[in-house]
């Protein structure tokens, strides 16, 4: 018994008779291709972790974008901006999705015609990492770490909009609520 990464790898003996007729002797092992290592050298599925927050990060603007586009929509044009000011924050809120995803994709091979967001990036780091035997190299390792503090910086923009530039737009909204309610 072997172990590999704290599992318990077990040869195999395996007898082929070849063509000469004499029987030869073959060892399989049965182990995790490097996710262990992958994982134990970024301390556990950081990268996993990482795709999961651009996804629930994407969800949430998408969200965002949703509920300012009907608040756009039930504004008075021209009498108040809340329509415009929804739209202008509607629009840093798709930047921010854009370094995260790729908003243009529409098929798989949009991939070859549109730059890459962090999550393909991601997803690419994830695969070639994750069919390596080894650890993964320190270049490996070092661009793992960069991207996740980019997925981080552009997380940190998002709450930085939603703090105070969406929540002055539902404030005005409100507001424009209450003043159409009273009838001033």
């Known amino acids: 018994m072997k172990s590999l990464c ?18 030869r002797l073959f060892s399989l092992q049965s182990r995790a291709r490097g996710a262990c290592c992958a994982a134990n050298a970024l301390g556990g599925s950081a990268r996993f972790d990482s795709l999961g927050k651009v996804n629930a990060t994407v ?6 974008k949703h509920r300012l586009s009907v608040v756009a929509g039930g504004s ?3 009498v108040h901006d809340l329509a415009a000011e929804a739209a202008a924050v509607a629009a840093k809120l798709k930047a921010v999705e854009a370094v995260l995803v790729d908003v243009h994709r529409e098929s798989d091979r949009d991939v070859l015609r549109n730059p890459a967001g962090l999550n393909d990036t991601l997803l690419a780091l994830i695969s070639t990492v994750s069919v390596s035997d080894t650890a993964p190299t320190k270049p490996a390792v070092a661009v793992s770490r960069e991207i996740m503090a980019r997925v981080d910086a552009e997380i940190d923009k998002l709450e930085q909009l939603a703090a105070t530039e969406v929540t002055a737009v539902n404030r005005l909204a409100l507001v424009r609520e209450v003043e ?5």
């Not at 790898?9 to 004499?22: H, K, M, Q």
């Open 59 to 64: 969800n949430r603007i998408r969200r965002l």
């Open 76 to 78: 008075e044009d021209g």
């Open 6 to 23: 704290g599992q318990r790898a077990v040869d195999v003996p395996i007898s082929i008779t070849g063509s000469l007729g004499f029987p």
């Open 180 to 184: 159409a309610a009273s009838g001033g």
